[in-house]
């Protein structure tokens, strides 16, 4: 196997600083410069020395032609969401609204407060300070206008072809203080609605030990955090979802508790905010394990596969390739896979070379040399974000204990239980085991207890350790105990400090009992030791102290599970000679210069291995109960042919009767009971609209399919269509109809008619609200229903999609007819187009094999009623039950352009539902699994959910063994 030339995607993507007079020619060929050099996009920054005025139209049209040129090389731009930094002012904009925009300090003295006084407790007055220069962060409504003057102008000022190719904004650095205690006018109220609490008779507790001062500190810091996340990184996530753009970025001083104290409250939740969440790291020196593992435990316990890093920042001019190398590994060993260094300089003309050098562009004379590098660190990083992160260890994050211990004065102790934490997290690398950290505001979000496992959303940790700490949340007691009561397992570092142990900043009657339940050790290094071994990744004999390393689970390599180990020696002037023991055989090794695996023939378990001075291996190795299968896992890329036309169910309308509205929008065959209630006939108007892609060749005919057409006047955006029906779709009731061209953009489709019933009808309606047998009679002169766009398309959902059970996602739309996919992954089909396909459909890949003795082709999972198989010419059987798969005769098999083919019948449920059930896919489906409302017969409707269930469609993982 290779991955010699990662996408755009797994690519480093470098901050531009755009900081002299703009030219778009020069702007172009610095693009195609980055391009030839391996980098797969870039963050257009404006920085210091930039002569074009910043959202000019000179700055626009500038962007807009850097889109363009990324587009046409498969690039990714991105946009920078700040004329410098940190981000949220909006170039002075928003600040500059007046006082309750700028962002505050809150302030004590003794005696008068001598500006903008808050309170007087006591003898202390509390009065805030402004920084006229930043913004309040913890104010939704600041935050409402940053993005109103800076992504929504953007998002307004772009063509929607631009707009298309942009990847997603970056936010660098905001913050909630760089100088004491944040302050918001928001706060009194906010801590009202939190805790039902005053918090002017509780400020006194922030700056002295107080009664009570132990959880007020707590409530207030804790308060802060959330504001921060929910009023500043929770809207610009949104704001992003809303416009098919992602958030990245990151925030500062992250490394420690007291530096992230007072700029973030707490950092690691605001992590989950970032569809791509990132740290930086500066200068030319080792890593924070710290600031990088809050983030990797944040990815993986929310699902993010994806995460930067800004670095090589500060790192001078004399930086080298082994320095680059060095330092990012570094970052790559504990999670990090997205690279952005810092910078590409535009110019270097004066000040600007000054910039935090070094300026990693065209102007080194290494320039020329710079793709090995990116196509290096690329593979790797792809490989550590493809293979599912496991970790056995969860260690609680200490950060409430430092709201405890911050006074906005004297902070010795806080700094102990930073340093400690720091402490446990070494010993525990330095043993190659790794760990992941719970926050309690994440814990508070997503935690729970499974059997013997503390769960984080998507994680599952089988030890918690306690670090030298002095407080708990709430819900952290209640799990740990419920976690402990089902033999799940508690370790501890015994506090040295010797403060009373408290939750939420209180005293409670069961804490004892938790702490009784936990296992002490005397030292982080003695704890450490405990778990070497049992919980190491693998065991290194030798010089091993410096050896960091790092696994990723693959479910399906070549035909069987793998574990990925990627082992970095964190010397850069030292090497190391070690021993290292796997729990199973190596089988490759990768060559991440050339991007080939090689392959080790003696698959052994043990191997011995010098690290240079900053020196890595990556290895693959097969756990012991997966011997290497003679089997050949093929890709997930196929042409895709329709042998039965795409559809799109239009099952929601406009509707009008007698000249009255009677539902902006409402369910077709919802419309029944509503009419029926009027036991009388109705002049009736249904609108129904579609939507068409730009990109869409309109010249592809479409038809209209619908049931029994001639009731109906039918308009095609206000001109008449002939209901003249060309043939059916699946059932001879399925008329269709040609339409005439549609238009790109929006479409409408007006149904005018005569609803009447024959008076029995109504009869027959009141017997069947009585009795089963009489409702079960039923019958209607007239009936309206859904109806569909049928043709040669694909159906793009332009909202998000939520993985049901059942072989099921929920799609929310809305959904555009676009131009048919040219490669589909096969696996899940609904997604490349076909989310209300019903029919057939014809996939077909050409593939090359190393040999050619295998004898059975098979899939893992078959999400089709049918799929016959044709090899090379030759039929092959049908899959229709498992175990999925067919025979594959002697010789049939070539080394060069072998030919699949696989003709998959599906099935109605994906165009004709039910859609809209909130438990999605349903086993138990009857009349009332359609009917949002009470229906004709009275029943009640179920759970009801406006966006579409779709099944799977597809066949998963085919291989030939």
Sequence with gaps: MSDKNPPADFRPVPFWSWNDRLDIPELRRQIREMHAAGIGGFFMHARSGLRTRYFSGEWFEAVKACIEEAAKLGMEPWLYDENGWPSGFGNGGVNGLGEKYRQKYLRMTKGEAPRNPICRVGEMSFYYDVNPYYVDTLDASVTAEFIRQVYQVYRDTLPPENWRSVKGFFTDEPQISRDGIPWSLTLPGEYEKAYGRDLFADLPGLFAEVPGYRSIRVRYWGLVTRLFMDHFLKPLHDWCDANGVLLTGHHVLEETYHSQLTTNGAVMPQYQYYHIPGVDWLGRRTPSAVALIQLLSVAAQTGKKRLLVETFACCGWNVSFQDLKWLYQLQMVRGMNFLCQHLEGYSLRGLRKRDYPASLFLHQP?????????????????????????????????????????NDGDNGVLNFYSDAFAALTRELEMRQINCHYGDETLIGQYGSVNGRDFVIGKQRYRIVVLPQLSNISLKEKTLLLDFCANGGILFGVRDSQGYPFTVDGEADPEITSLLEKCRWFASEAELAEHLRGKYSLCRIDGEAKEIVCAKRRFADWEGAPADLFYL???????????????????????????GEFLPFPAYASVLEHDFEPGGDLLVMVRPRDGEPARSKTLEPAFELKLLTPNTLTLDTCRCCADGELLAEKIETISLMPELLKLERPAEVRLEFTFEIDPAFNTARPLHLVIENPEQYRIFLNDSPVDAKTDGTLFDHAFKTIPLPPCRKG?????????????????????????????????????ELESIYIAGDFAVRNQGSIESLPKNAERVSGPFVITEPAAVVTGANLQRDGLCFFAGRAFLTQHFDLDRTDYSVLSCSELFANAAGIRLNGRELGIMLWRPYRVAVPAGLLKEKDNLLEIELAGNLRN??????????????????????????????????????????????????S
Aim: aromatic content about 12%; some cysteine; hydrophobic content about 35%.
């Design 568 to 594: 970095v020696n964190q010397s850069n002037s030292e090497s190391a000679l070690v021993r290292i023991e796997f729990n199973g055989r190596v089988i490759s090794r990768f060559d991440a210069a050339s």
């Design 746 to 782: 929006e479409n409408r489709i007006r149904l005018e008619t005569h609803f009447e019933q024959d008076p029995e009808v109504y009869e027959m309606l009141r017997r069947g609200r009585c009795c089963e047998s009489e409702g079960n009679k039923i019958t209607f002169d007239m």
């Design 911 to 960: 165009l004709l539902g039910p859609h809209h059930l909130a438990e999605g896919e349903s086993f138990g489906v009857g009349p009332y699994s359609f009917f949002r409302h009470e229906d004709y017969l009275g029943h009640q409707p179920l759970p009801w959910n406006e966006d579409y269930c779709i099944v799977r469609f597809g066949l998963e993982t085919l291989s030939l």
């Design 366 to 406: 290494w320039w020329s040399e710079y793709h090995h590098y990116n196509d290096y660190v690329s593979r790797i990083g792809r490989l550590l974000a493809e293979g599912e992160v496991e970790c056995p260890v969860l260690v609680l994050h200490g950060q409430s204990t430092a709201w405890i211990e911050y």
